[in-house]
């Protein structure tokens, strides 16, 4: 079975721009969820979605947004680059409340 | 304001002993307990949890301990093995919704 999918595994963008993360994930799971980690830090839980709805947000800034599709698949948009968002962009998703199981990641580099 | 905590930045333990990580949490509401093991570079791969209505949990060599009155949450690794090597973050989370990660132990296993 396919496990949590995610793209691209590496990007670099300067100050101000927008980026676009995405991910897959595995069959079956409806719901998804975003974390950032920074070096030397556990994941930060950004986003929770089920069903096409926002479950949860954490403490991060409106430039930070996300949506899921029909097909579970998840975004998450990130405004006005700064700095200090390098970090890696975790996806997980889930079917049941005690287990999580994460994707790759995506390594965001800003310049 | 850190509700997961791991105070233990690293340990090392001699193959074939027991490896005992600790976990501390400050919210009596988490009700869901998870352990992952991460290698650099890849997203955190799921080990083992625990819900808050029991007080052990094993799986092959990997034992989960809840101690809800002292808010502390322990993963014992019998026997240790080198291929062990890597970060193990603890997370919790209300009804399975928000995770909150500690800081990460890095556990190195010697031959």
């Known amino acids: 079975d396919a496990g949590v999918t995610q793209s691209p595994t590496h990007l670099i963008k300067t100050r101000g721009q927008h980026v676009t993360l995405r991910c897959s994930p595995i069959?079956?799971?409806?719901?998804v969820s975003w974390y950032q980690q920074v070096l030397g830090q556990g994941p930060q839980f950004i986003f929770q979605y089920y069903e096409k709805e926002e479950r949860g947000r954490g403490n991060f800034p409106d430039r930070f947004s996300a949506r899921q599709f029909p097909n579970y698949s998840s975004e998450l948009n990130v405004n006005a680059l700064l700095l200090g968002d390098s970090a890696l962009y975790l996806c997980?998703?889930?079917?049941?409340?005690?287990?999580?199981?994460f994707g790759p990641g995506t390594r965001l580099t800003v310049l | 304001d850190q509700q997961v905590k791991q105070n233990s930045p690293s340990l090392s333990v001699q193959e074939g002993r027991i490896s005992i990580l600790n976990c501390d949490y400050t919210n009596s509401m988490f009700d869901y307990f998870l352990w992952y093991k991460k290698y650099p570079a890849e997203g955190p791969t799921f080990l083992i949890s625990?819900?808050?209505?029991?007080d052990k949990n094993e799986d092959g060599r990997f034992t989960v301990f809840l101690n809800k009155s002292a808010k502390h949450l322990s993963l014992h690794i019998v026997p240790s093995q080198p291929g062990d090597s890597a970060v193990y973050f603890c997370?919790?989370?209300?009804?399975?919704?928000?995770?909150?990660f500690g800081t990460g132990t890095s556990l190195t296993v010697i031959p």
């Open positions: 997980a998703s889930s079917w049941r409340e005690d287990t999580q199981y």
């Open positions: 069959s079956g799971h409806k719901s």
């Open positions: 997370a919790a989370s209300i009804t399975g919704n928000q995770f909150y």
């Open positions: 625990i819900s808050s209505i029991k």
